[in-house]
């Protein structure tokens, strides 16, 4: 079985409602185990773990926020030692007051370090997330778990 691990850091709760979106769409394809983890919470094993991630962060300040920042800081180093020349298949969603591209520029610099590859474009949902914005989200999900069962990823 492929694993899909969600990673998201939220202070308000809008990139969380993004995340849970996300995760239904992933649970769509039930031959993908997922795991939602706050960045706080997520560790290095669950990089490991993980057969691809999907990155959840507001944009602060036009950047990512510094919760994921931390998460991607805590765990390069080990993961690195851990996990040397694996190419991992991330996305990226993002809940924005401003455009999002911050956010956005800055994760992409961040993970071609480990490496990872982006295998589809980010999801940016600026101000509330509506109707749409959700089924976006759950879009994406279901995105990565199908490609990731049909082996594309």
Known sequence: MKHLLIVFHSQSGSTELLARAVLRGARRETDIETRLL????ATTA??????????????????????LTDFLARTFYPYQQLAPGRLLPYAMFSSTGNDGRGAVTQLQRIVVGYPMREVTEPIIIRGEADALGLQRCE???????????????
């Open 38 to 41: 706050r960045a706080v919470d």
């Open 139 to 153: 879009e994406l999900g279901q995105t990565l778990a199908a490609g990731l069962s049909l082996g594309i990823f």
């Open 46 to 67: 669950d990089l490991l773990w993980a057969d691809a991630v999907l990155f959840g962060s507001p944009e602060n300040f036009g950047y990512l926020s510094g919760g």
